[in-house]
């Protein structure tokens, strides 16, 4: 709010630099000026306000002075003048003449006439010499040519004279009103170059300000389609932009020549949609307080008047007598809502109702202004520039509360996320190409090679008998809180638990399994010693690895969807975590896995054997892990992983004594060699002639 006064504390200084310079109590009585005791050096300007001696269809030089005893009070329109018996109207040529007895002083400064645009073409006289003026006077239509600008005149006032007279030359033949209308100044050449320059600056700057601002809000409305608030804005600013370019110093034509009767209907469009557009914008934001079918009335009244501007100037401008009425109407219509929105305590009511009020008494004034019923000066711009930088500020209080509520959101959906990734995990979405598990619909799949890892609590079903269901789900939760984050931190997945057991993806490398079935299997060493030191009994964990292609993707139905994996890679995963129980290991992989593995892991392998895997009509080779074991364990079988090679081959080659004394050797040296143990056993079996069924 603090900003919001400061910046229109600037603009009404700025534009109140633009305002007027000072001017003296000097008046003109009977077309006569007496300057002769005044000073340039201390009031630099004269404003020509009064009473100057008016010659209708006349052209200077005037011969005869007497010829008219009529005056006219200017600024004026000389409409419904009586003039030698007759009223005139609004079209023909008139001069007004003035006399100015200059100061006695010698020192008179450069002296220049600023005079402003007037209807509809003008020029200056001095002493029956003509010096310049905007567009062509003649007494007949055909003689003149319209234009509308602001003059800066020197006048070459001879050393030593004691009086001049000056002639203002207005033709009018395009204009409902004919007529010196607006301000004729007197001054020192230098100041009124500076007042008009202070002019066109102050104008420039208010059109900069709607540019850019009507700019900044068109980019926005393009990003966020829905911001009615922010076209409303967009289109006010264009349609006031328009009309500080036309009106005024019509800045306008700095830029691009443009003929007076384009200037004209531009002036005039951007008078008639001005309000039709600001009650447009109102009822965007708030329209339960705003009647469609008022707001439609002065649409369809701004329609037909556009429309009236195909006809000539000379009749479309006779529209202005009518439209102020409409204009305060419609303003009035404005006022009523936002009264109501104030009421109904809608959000920032208070300053849309305050900046509107301040732009439409700038508005009611300008038209009265124009339209000579009143004498003053535009402040259209500087309202129009409170009023847009109320809009402003009432835009940022509500981006604010709506960055505000989006934060919010965005930390509530983050939450949602999170929450929805233990359930789905993102890395799952990222496969199926989502960002987000809302655009996951039922049947998307995608093929991908990975390596799928199983990892089973050995004896869970006997462990858990012991247990009630609130100390099951408190170790089961216990224990995946240890695993779970090893499996992540080697760059894979939890798909998903199946009781006690773990599926887990590894979409990178065979690698990233290995080395967190590993850590896995020393993670659990370590939980086991602290629930020793509470008394609980260990558990063992068999963990089976395998690398092929599989299919994830979304199955179920509408209402109940799964993310799941499918194909003879997980199954064939899955059984060899069942070799494990088998052979007593702790982590066992399939020969495709072993191949693709790096030997700058560093791991010891040694091979089990080629086993008939359940659903599995071919058998097929598996590899054991020794580094799930804890050290002393890992060296000892180190040591004698050839002594177990060639107890392996000896068996394979059927060579059952050969075989059972190396491995009988090797349980000898490490008691707990499980895989041993077992093979150890099916050489006593086939020795005995009992074959071993896996």
Sequence with gaps: MNLTFRLLVTCSLFLGCSSDLPKSEVKIENGVLDLSMYSFSVNPSVSLEGDWKFFYQALPPIQDQTASENFLKLPNHWNETKYKGSVLGGQGTGTFQLKIILPKTSEIPPLALLTSEQDTSHAIYLDGQYLGGAGKVGLKEEESTPEVKTTLILLPIPPKAKEVTLDLVVSNFSHRKGGPWNDVLLASYDKAQEKLTARKMSETMISSILLFVGIFFLVYYLFERKSSHAFGIFSFSLIVLLRNLTTGERIILDLVSLPYPIILRLEYISWFWTAPILTRYFQSLFPFDFPSNTAKYFYRISIALTFFLLLPSVYFTELASIYPLVFVSNGIFILYGLYKTFQNRRIESYYL??????????????????????????????????????????????????????????????????????????????????????????????????????????????????????????????????????????????????????????????????????????????????????????????????????????????????????????????????????????????????????????????????????????????????????????????????????????????????????????????????????????????????????
């Excluded at 339209?371 to 809009?391: C, D, K, M, N, R």
């Excluded at 100390?471 to 224990?479: K, S, V």
């Excluded at 590899?623 to 060296?635: A, F, P, Q, R």
Aim: hydrophobic share 45%; with cysteine; glycine share 6%.
């Design 353 to 694: 109702l305050g900046g509107t009020s301040v732009l439409l008494i700038g508005a009611l004034n300008d038209t009265l202004h124009a339209e000579a019923i009143i004498h003053t000066h535009y402040i259209g711009p500087l309202t129009v520039v409170i009023f847009v930088f109320s809009q402003v500020f009432t835009f940022g209080n509500a981006i604010k509360s709506n960055i505000t509520q989006t934060k919010d959101l965005a930390k509530n959906l983050i939450s949602i996320n999170e929450s929805y990734s233990r359930f789905v995990p993102q890395q799952f979405l990222n496969f199926l190409g989502k960002a987000d598990i809302r655009e996951i619909e039922l049947g998307e799949q995608v093929q991908k090679k990975m390596t799928i890892l199983f990892a089973d609590i050995r004896s869970f079903t006997e462990f858990s008998e012991h247990l009630s269901p609130k100390e099951n789900f408190d170790f089961l939760n216990a224990y995946l809180q240890r695993v779970g984050p090893i499996i992540r931190l080697n760059n894979g997945f939890i798909d998903k638990f199946i009781g006690d057991a773990i599926m887990a993806l590894f979409p990178n490398h065979p690698d990233d399994a290995i080395r967190a079935a590993v850590q896995m299997q020393i993670e659990i060493r370590d939980y086991n010693e602290h629930r020793a030191k509470s008394n609980y009994q260990p558990i063992k964990v068999g963990i089976g690895i395998h690398t092929g292609s599989l299919i994830l993707g979304i199955l179920g139905e509408h209402e109940r969807l799964e993310g799941t994996v499918i194909s003879d890679a997980v199954n064939l995963a899955s059984r060899i975590e069942g070799v494990t129980k088998l052979f007593g290991a702790e982590i066992v992989i399939s020969a495709d896995t072993f191949i693709e593995a790096s030997e700058s892991l560093g791991f010891h392998y040694r091979l089990l054997d080629r086993v008939a895997i359940k659903g599995k009509s071919d058998s097929v080779y598996v590899v054991e892990v020794l580094n799930g074991y804890e050290d002393e364990k890992l060296e000892a079988l180190v040591a004698k992983k050839e002594d177990y090679t060639f107890a392996l081959e000896a068996y394979r080659r059927h060579a059952y004594d050969e075989a059972h004394e190396l491995f009988l050797e090797i349980l000898n040296a490490i008691p707990q060699d499980n895989v041993s143990r077992v093979f150890l056993a099916d050489c006593e079996r086939h020795l005995a002639k009992d074959k071993i069924d896996i």
